[in-house]
């Protein structure tokens, strides 16, 4: 499911995409040990639901901004999930908590 998003993204298929990703996640058992690899899957999958939120037209920043930060929760050490925030804060027009996300 995580490869058939992929390869539906590189299609621009956000939406299809998305549904992809949420059904990968569904079977994923994340720990509070970020890096196991179940965690690490979560967070992956989380990080990739933001950026088709993101790329879908409209964009849906409000949940590209609630998956960066539940990515964010499940690996904190990991700089993209603070890119696909500040990506989802910028989208929404917060531009200093753009820059925040960021530090």
């Known amino acids: ?3 058939a998003g992929n390869a539906l993204v590189s299609k621009g298929a956000f939406r ?3 549904s992809k990703y ?5 079977l994923t058992n994340p720990t509070s040990d970020p890096e196991h690899p179940s965690t690490k899957k979560a967070a992956t999958l989380r990080s ?12 849906m920043p409000e949940l590209a901004l609630a998956e ?8 904190p050490e990991w700089p993209k999930a603070y890119f696909r925030k500040a990506a989802a804060f910028e989208c929404l027009g917060r531009l200093g908590e753009a820059r925040l996300a960021l530090c």
């Open 1 to 3: 499911l995580h490869k």
């Open 16 to 18: 299809e995409a998305l």
């Open 22 to 26: 949420a059904a990968a996640l569904a």
């Open 48 to 59: 990739n639901r933001a950026l088709c939120c993101l790329k879908l037209d409209p964009p």
């Open 68 to 75: 960066a930060e539940k990515c964010q929760e499940l690996c």
